[in-house]
Nanobody, 127 residues
């Protein structure tokens, strides 16, 4: 699966952004889709994820209630609506996919469990 993330930019505190991730290739083999982010000098961290056909996404505590992950199966796209952005949300955001078997809620938070990654899109939130 090939992934292409887009939608990043420079915004102010409290603003919103919508990230998109377009998948191509063997998308029918995708078991889990996830969003991660990596701030300068920090490890890559889980943001949100969909497991299999489950419609309810799993979120990191830091974004719960502010971010919403959705998907459009007809377009092979997953989106991340980010509201109430804070300077601490500044990072490069990556979408990722795991082939075949859906990951558990715990396993989907670990970057090493994904086998396809997009190129990342930069989100900068100014104070």
């Amino acid at each position: 699966v090939q992934l292409q993330a887009s939608g990043g930019g420079l915004v102010q505190t409290g603003d919103s952004l919508r990230l998109s991730c377009a998948a191509s290739g063997r998308t029918s083999e995708t078991g889990t889709m996830g969003w991660f982010r990596q701030a300068p000098g920090k490890e890559r961290e889980f943001v949100a994820g969909f497991r299999g056909s489950v419609e309810t996404a799993v979120y990191a505590d830091s974004v719960q209630g502010r971010f919403t992950m959705s998907r459009d199966n007809s377009k092979n796209t997953v989106n991340l609506q980010m509201n109430g952005l804070k300077p601490g949300d500044t990072a490069v955001y990556y979408c990722a996919a795991r082939s075949w078997f859906p990951l558990s809620d715990t396993a989907m938070t670990r970057p090493n469990n994904y086998d396809s990654w997009g190129q990342g899109t930069l989100v900068t939130v100014s104070s």
